[in-house]
């Protein structure tokens, strides 16, 4: 949180904030995987539960235009953006408005086409998410993915890129935990071999604590409690980090690691400030505090397409959620999260 921020949230809390730069729009809320730390198989507003979960075009138009100054546009949500038919159209449109506008992927639908789809559009990052160097590894992370066919679509995309000399941004976005922390230096190696200049790492993002979940999530958050890094001795994971930053060093990609004491970052910065700089909506129009929420029926402010995105974002539910997360008892779904708690 910036220092202006910092100053502005000292401000009477009735002053609401002024539109965010910042949006995260989610095209689509359905994914091809059932990767085993995501929630996407419980979320009730898609199928099986309903019909397709795509953003209309004229929808996704409206509100880019509705928060006006927009900056950055990442194309991001609980679902795997490009299943969206019109997603590089969206993107292409956004670009065109002089947004910088990012997505992540987990590359297992791309094509060439595809590929050159994305450079022609004007996307200026693309997160692709692999979790392990190693295939049978990632593979049991990310259930229906195959490691060789991302990969091979890596290439696609580097190689278009290259072959447009475009300035597109590759990183990619590794989930750690237990099972596959001893991978971060080859990740590392295989990043590098691959064209690929950047990794961003991070925890297990949300530990789903609150006491109102559903049932049906138990198996995911077993899944994550037994995976969090949290009883890994702490040496072993500062070896772990020290190897992969050694690795870094030798083949000069940029590597980015998540704080190694939680509990001492936390100290050392400000509260969340994600509903005050950005906004998160859903596929169907739901504005939520973040992404990491992950699905609307957790907790929502009201439906952005129906009433606008002004009169939800100064509306009394976000102003609550605001003024609760100045407090020392934010709301439960913010207490157990890795970027509240200064994990991220």
């Known amino acids: ?34 990767c085993r730390m995501c929630a996407i198989q419980f979320r009730e507003d898609g199928p099986p539960h309903g019909p397709l979960a795509f953003m209309p075009f004229d929808d996704f138009k409206r509100l880019v235009l509705e928060f006006g100054e927009i900056e950055e546009l990442q194309l991001q949500g609980l679902g795997e953006p490009t299943m969206h038919p019109r997603f590089f159209d969206m993107v292409a449109w956004a670009s065109a408005r002089g947004i910088r ?34 295939p049978a590894l990632y593979e049991s992370i990310r259930v229906n993915a195959r490691f060789s066919k991302v990969i091979r679509n890596l290439r696609r995309v580097i190689a278009a890129r290259a072959a447009a000399n475009a300035p597109m941004d590759i990183r990619l976005v590794c989930v750690l935990m237990r099972q596959n922390l001893h991978e971060l230096p080859a990740l590392v190696r295989l990043a590098h071999a691959e064209g690929v200049d950047d990794i961003f790492v991070q ?26 890094l ?25 590597l980015r690691l998540p704080a190694l004491d939680g509990r001492t970052r936390a100290l050392q910065r400000p509260r969340c400030d ?45 102003d609550q959620f605001r003024e609760t997360l100045l407090t020392d008892a934010p709301f439960p779904i913010c207490r157990s999260c890795s970027l509240y708690r200064g994990t991220f």
């Not at 506008?101 to 590359?107: A, F, G, I, K, P």
């Open 101 to 134: 506008v990012s997505t992540n992927s987990n590359l297992t639908l791309w094509s060439e086409r595809r590929a050159q789809q994305c450079v022609e559009s004007g996307l200026a990052c693309l997160h692709v998410s692999l979790d392990a160097a190693t």
């Open 1 to 34: 949180m910036t220092s202006e921020l910092t100053r502005d949230l000292a401000q009477p809390l009735a002053m609401a904030p002024p539109l965010p730069r910042y949006v995260q729009i989610e095209p689509v809320g359905q994914c091809n995987l059932r």
């Open 230 to 254: 949290d009883r890994v001795p702490h040496d072993v994971v500062a070896g772990a980090f020290a190897a992969a930053r050694r690795a870094a060093d030798e083949t000069g990609v940029t």
């Open 203 to 228: 925890y297990l993002c949300h530990d789903f604590e609150e006491t109102s979940l559903p049932d049906g999530y138990k198996p995911m958050r077993d899944f994550i409690h037994d995976q969090t």
């Open 274 to 318: 994600w509903p005050w700089r950005g906004a998160y909506v859903s596929y169907r129009g739901d504005a939520m505090p973040c992404c990491m929420v992950g699905t609307p029926d957790r907790v929502n402010f009201g439906n952005m397409l129906e009433r606008g995105v002004l009169d939800v974002w100064h509306g009394e539910d976000y």
